[in-house]
């Protein structure tokens, strides 16, 4: 069905993505590929070439011969390709064309020419099969990132392609949402579909998969058939520097940390959308300084809308925060709150990273241009993007972008900082690494919220869980031996 033949490919010099040396892979009809490793591996530029991105997007030099059922793809044009290959991106905002959902599904269809009355039934037909009947109307830019991920599944599904290549698709989702997509990928395994999934959580795929391969500076490390790669344990994985194949195995790992007796208080308020859609209403709640507080809820619950409002970035939410006896308001709030957000691209616009770590040290005024520079150089460092630093943001891989925003969250030196899913599109290895600079920061007296899907994560680095549901906290409560197991029950049991 696919056969990769000695391919090797470089980026052009502007992008720091990884590239692939001499990979020679063959994919039957019908098998269900994962593909896996540590960031930069190059597991992503294998899909590029499998969907042909590369090098009919990405540019570089590419060498080695690509054949989709025995056709050599070189000099196909990625429209004829498409006809072939179906694909998901790990943000899917990029890949979307329409500013609406139901005309975003419309499109993959009125693309190909298909009838008007042939549309309405395939659409119909797929709104049905993917439960999104609740997202059809409704404007892109208010979709969580959960649910345009749902939307790309459905798009994928009408192009009826035989080949589905998925990068991270997980990322942004809540397990219940994960659930959604593993019984889609189960139906398309049904179906006889070739499925090729780039991904660092494993856990939902370890039913799914035929073949586990893993990568390593561009090559093929290791494959793994189904009942070798389930044999291995948490450690031997997160040794190779993967994430569990078993989300029952994970254990609380963060160890106990004496809290300060101050209390940050956040009033009740509420705020809602001019559609009405995506509202929340939130109860009085409290939590001590220097707290690592994860933000857990189903997608679309309102963690962003909270954080947003907490943050003083929605102007017409009249929230407050009591700190240091001062009550902060909504304009006031922004002066002492950092939000480090779920698509970091709408936050990083300076020529370089080190630029872009160095504007936020605007609360140390006291140091000069080089100290500010040296400063911004040793926070990059910290986040392992040490020989990052002159390269453009836009220029490195989703990971090392969240990365250049975590840093930048680091440098700013406020007092309560929101992490909207921190470690989407992170492997094991940069998600401690992640973990780390959270309780650093909270170390600092600095109070954390943790907006994530990300159990591993959470047992990683959070003393207290706060947990929404329909746009409303719920609880409150520490996070101890005692309470892991309600964790692991309000991830099983989130209303969808």
């Known amino acids: 069905m696919i056969d990769i033949n000695n391919v090797s490919f470089t980026y052009g010099e502007e992008s720091t993505s990884g590239g692939i040396q001499e990979v020679n892979l063959h994919i039957k009809r019908g098998e269900f590929v994962v593909l896996t490793g540590t960031s930069g591996c190059g597991k992503t530029t294998l ?29 196909k044009s990625i429209g004829s ?3 072939k290959v179906a694909s998901v991106f790990q943000n899917p905002r990029s890949q979307f064309f329409s500013v609406d959902s139901t005309g975003e599904l419309a499109f993959q269809l009125e693309n190909r020419g298909v009838k008007p009355e042939i549309i309405e039934e395939k659409m119909r037909k797929v709104i049905r099969e993917f439960h999104i009947d609740k997202l059809m109307g409704r404007s892109l830019f208010q979709l969580s990132g959960g649910e345009k991920q749902k939307l790309a599944c459905a798009g994928a599904a009408l192009s009826e392609a035989e080949i589905i290549v998925l990068d991270e698709p997980s990322s942004n989702l809540d397990i219940p949402t994960i659930e959604e997509i593993k019984k889609i990928l189960l139906q398309w395994k049904k179906q006889g579909k070739t499925i090729i999934i780039s991904e660092h959580r494993l856990y939902y795929l370890r039913d799914l998969m035929d073949r586990m391969i893993l990568l390593k500076d561009g090559k093929i490390k290791k494959e793994y058939m189904r009942d070798e790669a389930v044999r291995l344990t948490t450690a031997e994985l997160n040794h190779l520097g993967l994430r569990t194949l078993a989300i029952e195995d994970l254990k609380l790992a963060a160890s106990e940390r004496i809290l300060s007796d101050e209390v940050v208080e956040f009033k009740p308020f509420s705020f809602y959308y001019k559609n009405g859609a995506e509202g929340i209403t939130m109860k009085n709640f ?14 679309g619950a309102g963690k962003s809308t909270m954080a947003k409002c907490i943050c003083g970035l929605e102007k017409k939410c009249k929230a407050q925060m009591l700190m240091e006896g001062r009550t902060y308001n909504n304009k006031q709030m922004l002066t002492q709150c950092f939000l480090v957000m779920q698509d970091v691209n ?29 400063k911004a150089r040793n926070i990059l460092e910290q986040m392992n993007l040490g020989d990052q630093t002159e390269k453009h943001p836009m220029a490195l891989s989703g990971g090392q972008k969240q990365r250049v925003a975590i840093s930048c969250a680091i440098a700013s030196g406020k007092n309560i900082i929101f992490f909207d899913e ?19 920061l909270s170390q600092k007296a600095a109070t954390i919220f943790v907006i994530t899907h990300d159990m591993e994560l959470i047992l990683n680095c959070c003393t207290h869980v706060l947990h929404l549901e329909k746009g409303k906290n719920k609880e409150l409560y520490e996070l101890n031996e005692n309470t892991v197991g309600n964790l692991k029950v309000i991830f099983e049991e989130m209303p969808l």
């Open 47 to 75: 899909t590029r070439i499998i969907n042909g991105l590369i090098p009919h997007y990405y540019e570089g030099n590419l060498s080695g011969e690509i054949c989709l059922d025995g056709e050599n793809i070189a000099g």
């Open 81 to 83: 390709i498409s006809n």
């Open 286 to 299: 409290s939590v001590h300084k220097g707290s690592v507080v994860a933000v857990v809820g189903h997608n």
């Open 346 to 374: 709408y936050q990083l616009f300076t020529e370089s990273n080190l630029d872009e770590v160095a504007i936020s040290l605007y609360n140390f005024k006291e140091l000069g241009e080089e100290q500010r520079e040296e």
């Open 422 to 440: 921190p470690t989407s599109g992170l492997d094991y290895d940069h998600m401690n690494q992640v973990a780390e600079q959270i309780c650093e």
